[in-house]
């Protein structure tokens, strides 16, 4: 009897965020969800997609990474060139500062968290992530609560509005009485 040992080394994340291409081109592909899983789990034995308006990001877990980054390559077509692959701990240590907002636009935001626990419960609850990825992803939303808890930086205004004020403020000066569209 053969026994498969799970290696670290056979996760990936391929990832076109707001780091490495423009907001649209991140938006553009946040509707290809389904197409990015029915094209790229058949060479994964899990995946999970993170789609949000600041980030595409495919997460695998695949004993062929070359074949399975071919695939990507030709779903994210004209983005290809703007993506950026990570694998082993490079790409679960990726995972994790995203959970924890350290990626994110404006670090600290508090929505990606509920993001990521919704991207892998959707590739759970329709069989494209197993054990592997799902205690990965259990582990980096723990990251994320506990950077969250033990840390300050998620104080104050952390999202676009909460940002948008602030910086309105400090070139206006008070908002008191001042409409804003």
Known sequence: M?????????????????KNASLDDVGALESSVEEAYQRLYPYADEIVVLATC????IYAYTSNIDEFISHARSLL????????VLSGMDAVRHLFRV??????????????????????????DNAYAGRLLGLLFS??????????SETRISVGNVGFP??????????LGSLDGRTVV
Do not use: C
Request: aromatic share 6%; glycine share 6%.
């Open 2 to 18: 053969h026994l498969e040992i799970p290696s670290i080394d056979n996760i990936l994340v391929i990832t076109v965020n707001h």
């Open 54 to 57: 600041n980030r595409f990001e």
């Open 77 to 84: 077509d004209r983005l290809w060139d703007k993506a950026s």
């Open 99 to 124: 959970a924890a907002g350290l990626e994110s636009m404006i670090v600290g935001e508090t929505e990606i968290l509920s993001q990521v626990r919704k991207a892998y419960e959707y590739a759970r």
């Open 139 to 148: 582990r980096a939303i723990r990251v994320g609560k506990r950077v969250r």
């Open 162 to 171: 909460g940002a948008a004020v602030r910086l309105a403020e400090k070139i």
